[in-house]
């Protein structure tokens, strides 16, 4: 219901790592792909997502940062990770909460989106290179009844994602008032 904080210090520990999280969504839900697509804008893409740029690459404060999210059958997490000099965290959170704020008030640029669409799809082949890709692949279909075609709609799932499916998403699934942030 608010915003929590822990700090833990560590001896010797010359780098923060700060973690902002909260509980997001299922496999199942409507928004799925609106997320996923959201989650690669916002952090996913490493150092070519929101959160990579402002943090790090504009600001200088992180050696890195990047969002992910995790669906499963029940509420899966959605996490924010950024590894920063301890002089920087109170400065780092501030950034990280700015820019979910953000992407929770405006809608991302065609750019942003079309890149992420992009991204994702093109991840597809990779993730499948291997048994246990494929193996994860198979799970995920079974386990959810996606189909025996998903991974051939795979692409015009991501594709249908617009911006502002991701605006409703956001502002639904995020919550920068209510999460707990977590530095070591």
């Given amino acids: 219901s608010e915003r929590t904080r822990s700090v833990h210090t560590m001896a010797n520990k010359a780098q923060a790592d ?56 029940g509420p899966g997490p959605f996490v924010v990770r950024a590894g920063v000099h301890p002089d920087n965290v109170d400065a780092a959170v501030d950034c990280a909460l700015e820019e979910i704020e953000k992407i929770r008030r405006e809608p991302v640029s065609d ?11 093109r991840s597809l082949p990779r993730n499948l290179e291997n048994n246990e890709g494929i193996a994860a692949a198979l799970h995920s279909i079974e386990q959810y009844r996606l189909g025996l075609d998903y991974l051939e709609r795979f692409a015009d799932l991501i594709d249908a994602v617009d911006a502002e499916q991701i605006l409703a998403t956001a502002q639904k699934r995020l919550h920068p008032d209510r999460c707990a942030v977590a530095v070591a």
């Fill in 111 to 121: 750019q942003e989106l079309d890149d992420a669409r992009s991204a994702i799809v």
């Fill in 18 to 73: 700060v973690t902002i999280g909260h509980p997001g969504l299922r496999r199942l839900d409507d928004d799925y792909y609106a997320a996923v697509v959201m989650n690669m804008i916002l952090g996913s893409f490493a150092m070519g997502g929101r959160l990579g740029r402002s943090i790090r690459e504009e600001k200088g404060m992180a050696y890195y940062a990047y969002s992910s999210l995790g669906a499963g059958v």
